[in-house]
């Protein structure tokens, strides 16, 4: 038989993704397999392997929000694109949920709260895909994804494998995990969390989060806040900070806040007072680095096409959609992180994920 039948019937060749990554950068890929339930990754990975003719790497790629892609993509693209939201377990204190992997994620933060389901509101309005979210551990406003999660359900690429890893096994850390640390191994397709019912508990306490939805529980009627009006503060604030990759394509943060010594951080802090920072275990200090880049004067600026959002320095944007490549985000990117490092001697990490011609996540001579 031939082995490689199942992967062209699966794939489609020569697929442009400059709309399938938020960052709107130029990208061909050579080939793309949309998987739309688990028994296809089998099949497919069935005829996969060393010695087919025209044998290829693997790179999963979700809703594209936390990839900078390369122009050509020589590499077979899987897209998990699995749907279905259902519940395991029901207590009246909690409630079990299995999410796939294809689900929208911020459509997910909305029925939950909706359904009475609390624990993501926090969460609202990040871009992607839930089977992505543990990847970068994604967090927002005092929450981070592994708050919830229980398990997640994935396939092991090399082994050819299931795999059911829990929260623990995830080995999660500030926009880190166990699928961060060896790309392209794994493949998640399911997402467990566990939810609470309890409407009164509620996490505010990050910057106006508490005042935005006060009011909001105020216009309804209510003098406490729920986890509906939390939701609606933070989906107002994100609003104004950030752009609408669909109106301005961009992949959120794209510097993770530097983690510093205290004893730097007090130094710095002599120097410039409003310095923003926040104490971490082992006397470190997380530093905001969109105050920084701000500090630094190119909030707005950057390498055009590619600058820093007017309202959020972090974020870059880029102002010439499906035409922009990598090396123009690489470019930027060295621009902002020498120009930060020059005033501050804080070295900037890039937050999303640098995919090589490939499929490999790989870095480039820009990385700060
Ligand atoms: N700040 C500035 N100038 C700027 C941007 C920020 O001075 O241009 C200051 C703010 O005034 C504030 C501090 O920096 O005092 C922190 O800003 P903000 O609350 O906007 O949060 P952030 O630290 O810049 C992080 C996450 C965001 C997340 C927000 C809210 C990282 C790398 N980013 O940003 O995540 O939404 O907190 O929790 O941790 C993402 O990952 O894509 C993302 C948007």
Not at 244 to 255: A, I, R, T, V, Y
Not at 281 to 308: C, F, H, M, R, Y
């Amino acid at each position: 038989m031939d082995s490689d039948l199942p992967k062209r019937l699966l794939s489609n060749q020569c697929v442009d993704l400059s709309h399938g990554n938020t960052m709107a950068l130029a990208c061909m890929a050579e080939s793309v397999v949309t998987l739309t339930d688990e028994a296809q990754l089998d099949t497919f990975m069935a005829g996969y392997g060393e010695g087919t003719e025209d044998h290829l790497p693997l790179f999963v790629l979700s809703g594209g929000s936390n990839v900078l892609l390369p122009a050509q993509l020589k590499a077979i693209v899987l897209q998990p694109k699995m749907r279905g939201i259902s519940v395991v377990a029901k207590t009246e204190e909690y409630v079990d949920i299995e999410v796939m992997a294809g689900e929208n994620w911020h459509e997910l933060v909305v029925y939950t709260v909706n359904q009475g389901w609390y624990g993501l509101e926090n969460l609202a309005l990040i871009p992607g895909l839930t089977g992505a979210a543990p990847v970068q551990n994604i967090g927002a406003y005092g929450v981070q994804l592994e708050d919830c999660l229980q398990y997640v359900r994935a396939y092991h690429l090399p082994t050819k494998t299931w795999h059911h890893l829990t929260a623990s096994d995830c080995q999660f850390g500030y926009r880190d995990s166990i699928f961060k640390q060896a790309p392209n191994t794994w493949l998640i397709s399911g997402v467990g969390f566990r939810l609470h019912t309890d409407a009164t508990k509620i996490l505010a306490s990050y910057g106006d989060v508490q005042t935005v939805a006060q009011r909001y529980a105020e216009q309804q009627g209510r003098t406490q806040a729920v986890p509906a009006d939390v939701m609606q503060a933070i989906i107002d604030i994100r609003q104004q900070k950030l752009p609408d990759p669909k109106q301005l394509p961009n992949c959120g943060s794209f510097f993770q806040n530097p983690i510093i010594p205290q004893e730097q951080f007090t130094t710095l802090q002599t120097t410039y007072p409003t310095i923003v920072g926040y104490a971490m275990a082992d006397d470190k200090t997380k530093v905001a680095a969109g105050w920084l880049i701000e500090q630094a004067g190119l909030k707005g600026s950057g390498i055009a096409p590619i600058v820093t959002h007017q309202q959020q320095a972090l974020v870059l944007t880029n102002h010439a959609p499906y035409q922009s490549t990598q090396n123009d985000v690489a470019d930027a990117q060295k621009y902002i992180a020498d120009a930060v490092y020059k005033k501050f001697a804080i070295q900037l990490s890039r937050e999303p994920v640098w995919v090589n011609t490939d499929g490999s996540i790989g870095y480039n001579e820009h990385v700060a």
